[in-house]
């Protein structure tokens, strides 16, 4: 006679240590689990309310300036290493992100220190100020008794507004009355760019083809320059002045500049004819912009005293940064490990902040990591249901800026309505629809 018994392996459900947790058997077929996605929903809203617990931002305030910060830059070889001057030019200071101390202090130019850069291998830095001077300086601070020296020192004929380096090459950019290529082993330029311009604000080589730079100019334009050519290659004019810009590090062809109405644009530079996006959120004049290292984000900093944080293919922000103290804010960074981003403003701060506002620093457990991917993709799979896209969403605001965001809204809606009556009224084909890309751009020069 045969007796059927039933036969489990051991190794399924016996833990090997006491420490183990204990192995639950589970049948994925959905048909067993009717009621799966009502619980998955319960526990995305409540990892999107969590969130927003969590969201605290804000991690130190570096104070040590006497005047408003006015330009920052990051180390290119080390992650807590970071520099920034200030308005009375008086310092340029070095900083330990990881202690929150000053590390260096030094006396730079008279007047205002307008940009610094790191030289690309980390040994050195640039900066220019008002004194008409280009000077670099060691990295690695002076010994015991050893007088605080630059390395060399160039005097040029007008005040230079902004410097880069070259990714790769011991050449760097300087911008002011006209656009100078110059290299560190010459006291003057290499080439000089002009194209009927007054003065240029800010210059920026493009990481990945290190060959191309680009500027922003009084007249309203952004021109784009070859280095291994003799003349500009090609410029747009918008219809307000842009103030900086920043190449995006993962994709050759891609810039974001900051723009004096209020919004930001990204080009492509084979297509300047319109921007590929247009950033809209800010309630005043953006001053500066910078990528994560992942080139999926950027950091915008602007007159409304705010921080926001965009991605790079959307139109309006995912974060927005502001305290009671912060006052309008001039220069932005994102850190190189794509953790932080770094402010400085007119109050004379430095400010470091999360780049995502409830992210846990510090070393997760297994468990700890696996609970918050899952979390993610839960927000993710859920992230249209209208009760989780409006707790995902929501952002307190100053008041101020609250009423501007309104008005402002108010006031573009007036002007659609407008030009909708006008084309009600017009001959057919008279009153072109022109759509928000294509508003703001003037005209291409080649």
């Not at 639950?24 to 309310?49: C, G, I, W």
């Not at 290119?76 to 260096?104: P, Q, Y």
């Not at 990204?266 to 992942?294: E, F, G, I, K, N």
Request: with cysteine; glycine share 4%; aromatic share 10%.
């Amino acid at each position: 006679m045969k007796v059927k018994v039933l036969s489990r392996n051991p190794d399924d459900y016996v833990r090997e240590t006491k420490l183990d947790i204990q192995r639950v058997p589970r049948n994925y077929d959905p048909t067993l689990h009717p009621f799966e996605l009502s619980r998955e929903y319960t526990r995305a809203l409540n990892a999107t309310k969590l969130e927003r617990v969590f969201a605290k931002p804000f991690l130190a305030s570096l104070d040590g300036h006497r005047d408003g910060v006015n330009c920052m830059a990051k180390h290119t070889k080390s992650l807590s290493t970071f520099l920034s001057g200030s308005c009375d030019g008086e310092v340029a200071i070095m900083w330990n992100l990881t202690k929150h101390e000053c590390v260096r202090t030094l006396q730079a130019h008279e007047g205002f220190v307008r940009g610094m850069v790191v030289r690309y291998c980390g040994t050195s830095f640039f900066t220019v100020g008002d004194d008409k001077t280009i000077k670099q300086w060691k990295m690695e601070a002076p010994g015991y008794g050893e007088e605080e020296e630059p390395l060399n020192t160039i005097l040029g004929k007008t005040v230079f507004t902004g410097l880069d380096h070259h990714w790769q090459e011991g050449v760097f950019a300087t911008c002011g009355q006209q656009v100078d290529i110059w290299d560190e082993q010459r006291s003057s330029p290499i080439r000089s760019f002009t194209w009927g311009v007054e003065s240029f604000s800010s210059i920026r080589f493009n990481p990945v083809e290190t060959e191309i730079l680009a500027s922003c100019a009084s007249d309203r334009s952004i021109v784009l320059y070859d280095m291994r050519e003799s003349a500009p290659l090609k410029k747009v004019i918008m219809t307000m002045r842009s103030n900086t810009l920043c190449w995006n590090p993962m994709e050759a062809y891609y810039f974001t500049c900051s723009n004096e109405d209020y919004n930001l644009y990204t080009y492509d530079m084979r297509y300047l004819d319109q921007p590929v996006t247009v950033h809209m959120d800010h309630v005043s004049a953006v001053l500066d912009v910078d990528y994560s290292p992942t080139g999926r984000e950027f950091v915008s900093a602007s007159f409304d005293k705010t921080i926001r944080i965009f991605p790079k293919d959307v139109g309006h922000s995912r974060e927005v940064y502001h305290t009671k103290r912060m006052q309008h804010v001039i220069c932005v960074k994102w850190s190189s490990d794509n953790k932080y981003v770094l402010s400085g403003s007119d109050e004379m701060n430095i400010r470091l902040w999360k780049a995502y506002a409830a992210e846990k620093l510090g070393v997760l457990a297994p468990r700890e990591r696996q609970a918050i991917n899952y979390n993610q993709k839960l927000k993710e799979k859920f992230q249209h249901h209208p009760q989780i896209r409006r707790i995902s969403h929501h952002r307190h605001l100053p008041k101020s800026i609250y009423h501007q965001t309104k008005e402002l809204r108010i006031m573009k809606e007036a002007r659609r309505r407008k030009e909708r009556n006008v084309r009600k009224h017009s001959r057919p084909g008279t009153v072109p629809v022109v759509s928000e890309k294509e508003k703001h751009v003037v005209t291409v020069v080649k």
